[in-house]
């Protein structure tokens, strides 16, 4: 029983650790993932908008080349990127960049229908020159937009990470707080029993043997705390009848002795008529009567015994003291102090 409570709740505590750290795996993974996204949409936007601009470019300059140039190709790779930033999520309807974007799709075909002409005349017309800045603007304005959106992006990922942080650290702190809680309440199925069982060996060594231990019901201390409560109760028993035995003797001992010193002070009586002429033989019946009196003391303390106490009388005999025997149980004493850690 204290096997199991004890598996259950250190199961309770790796669970509760294998769950948190499962937790923070996930969310760190997410937001790894953002970051990653983030990166992604800077390399993509960015270089993409970079890329269109050139094209522009080029097909602007392609004007002004000297051997005819066909700038077909420089159309379609630029067609590519305009449509390869259309499927874009920030480029959707509604989305942070949809009216740059928007903007630069509608300036891309006045731009290639001015721009992609002969070679000549080398001069552009005004008309182009509109097209081509128009086109260059929008270009621009939407490079800005995705700049702004990544920058915006990146703020809010680092305040994610930072509050994650701030939370991971907070659910540590509580987790170790209750790991210690739980440790703590653990720890009481085994010191609580432990300490009511070393004061019952204290008791029982001080021969309190009234002391009973109590212990929570249903583990291992129980059971122990049970032998514990059964010897105690067997040795009292033991002790009681044994007390009882010497007061029923000492009871036949002072009815015998008592019958018996009042023959011998009768005949003491008698002969202090004879002793006043001798006072040597004064001085012996005197002695006669202290020891009389003493024994009457010994036999009449008998029946206030309270335990057996033994003491040595001679080389492997023991004799019953008296004076401990009639006094109370000692105190048992407070265990010393051990060094601390």
Not at 278 to 294: G, V
Request: aromatic content about 4%; charged content about 20%; hydrophobic content about 50%.
């Amino acid at each position: 029983m204290l096997r199991r409570r004890f598996l259950i709740r250190v199961g309770v505590l790796i669970v509760g650790f294998v769950l948190g750290s499962a937790g923070a795996v996930w969310a760190l993974q997410s937001l790894l993932a953002q970051i990653d996204r983030a990166h992604d949409d800077a390399a993509t936007l960015i270089d993409g908008v970079q890329r269109v601009g050139t094209l522009m470019s080029r097909i602007e300059s392609a004007r002004f080349e000297t051997a005819p140039l066909d700038p077909t190709p420089l159309i379609d790779e630029l067609h590519r990127e305009v449509d390869a930033l259309s499927r874009h999520r920030i480029t959707a309807a509604g989305a942070h960049a949809s009216g740059e974007f928007v903007a630069l799709a509608d300036a891309i075909p006045p731009f290639i229908a001015a721009w992609s002409g002969a070679a000549v005349p080398p001069s552009p017309s005004a008309d182009a020159l509109r097209a081509g800045l128009r086109a260059h603007q929008a270009a621009h304005d939407l490079g800005r937009a995705f700049r702004g959106f990544v920058a915006s992006e990146q703020q809010r990922i680092g305040r994610s990470f930072r509050g994650m942080v701030v939370v991971l650290t907070l659910a540590a702190l509580v987790m170790v707080n209750v790991s210690i809680g739980v440790l703590l309440w653990t720890a009481q199925l085994v010191l609580k029993p432990v300490a009511a069982l070393t004061e019952g060996s204290r008791q029982l060594a001080a021969e309190h043997f009234d002391h009973r231990v109590r212990v929570r019901e249903g583990d291992e201390f129980a059971e122990l705390a049970h032998a514990y409560n059964s010897l105690a109760e067997r040795l009292q028993a033991n002790e009681e009848r044994k007390a009882e035995a010497i007061r029923h003797l000492a009871v036949t001992l002072n009815h015998d002795l008592n019958n018996a010193m009042a023959i011998i002070e009768l005949q003491l009586g008698l002969l202090d008529r004879e002793a006043a002429a001798r006072p040597a033989l004064t001085a012996r019946l005197r002695e006669i009567r202290s020891n009389l009196a003493q024994m009457a003391k010994t036999v009449a303390s008998l029946k206030s015994i309270r335990r057996v106490v033994l003491t040595d009388y001679g080389p492997g005999q023991k004799m019953v003291d008296l004076e401990r025997s009639v006094e109370p149980a000692p105190e048992p004493r407070a265990p010393a102090p051990g060094p601390h850690p």
